[in-house]
């Protein structure tokens, strides 16, 4: 199993970004999938997660409204798209296949700054 | 607010046998939180060391067990060596889809 996260930058606060994650290796269209991050000096947080055909995502309170997990099992492909982001959203963030995150990619880091 | 904890840190010998724990805030934890353990050493991304309380990932050595403990997930690591110097995360399934990770705990061998 591969996993290859895209699309970190640095973002003005309010600014927007989409992370990419792409899998290979395994089935992809048959397996929930899954957004953590690492912020400095901080723990592993759980983002969010999506079933296997895209119809249920679950969100931590954090990121509730502002974050949106979505997938392309045709380009076995999990996307972040993240909204009016805040300084705090500063982090790498990983993808993980599996509600219990079996296999990780080696993730992306996201800065927001002014 | 369901709040995971670990504890912060955490000693062992070479060659000894250390347990950390992860609970819940609002109760007893039990294998249907369905817990499991990542290890993350600066700069790497995490490894899934065990999930579903005691079933251990791919390529993960039988050093390393997970259980429970009274009212609290564990993992037990024996004969400990150098490089299990790391941080330690549990991942409990708190329900509604929800998932939580503790604070971690940072384990030194020495």
């Known amino acids: 199993v591969h996993l290859v996260e895209s699309g970190g930058n640095l973002v003005q606060p309010g600014g927007s970004l989409r992370l990419s994650c792409a899998a290979s290796?395994?089935?992809?269209?048959?397996?929930?999938m899954g957004w953590v991050r690492r912020a400095p000096g901080r723990g592993l947080e759980w983002l969010a997660n999506?079933?296997?055909?895209?119809?249920?995502?679950n969100y931590v309170d954090s990121v509730k409204g502002r974050f949106t997990i979505s997938r392309d099992n045709a380009k076995n492909s999990l996307f972040l798209q993240m909204n009016t982001l805040r300084v705090e959203d500063t982090a790498v963030y990983y993808c993980?296949?599996?509600?219990?995150?079996?296999?990780w990619g080696q993730g992306t880091l996201v800065t927001v700054s002014s | 607010q369901t709040v995971v904890t670990q504890e912060p840190s955490f000693s062992v010998s070479p060659g000894g046998t250390v347990t950390l724990t992860c609970g819940l805030s609002?109760?007893?934890?039990?294998?249907?939180?369905?817990p499991s353990w990542y290890q993350q050493t600066p700069g790497q991304a995490p490894r899934t060391l065990i999930y579903?309380?005691?079933i251990r990932s791919s390529g993960v050595p039988d050093r390393f067990s997970g259980s429970i403990l009274g009212n609290r997930a564990a993992l037990t690591i024996t004969g400990a060596q150098a490089d299990d110097e790391s941080d330690y995360y549990c991942?409990?399934?708190?329900?509604?889809?929800?998932?939580?990770f503790g604070g971690g705990t940072k384990l030194t061998v020495l």
């Open positions: 609002s109760g007893p934890v039990s294998a249907s939180y369905y």
């Open positions: 579903s309380t005691n």
């Open positions: 999506i079933n296997e055909d895209g119809s249920v995502q």
């Open positions: 290796g395994l089935t992809f269209g048959t397996s929930w």
């Open positions: 993980a296949v599996g509600q219990q995150l079996g296999y």
């Open positions: 991942l409990l399934f708190v329900g509604g889809g929800i998932w939580v």
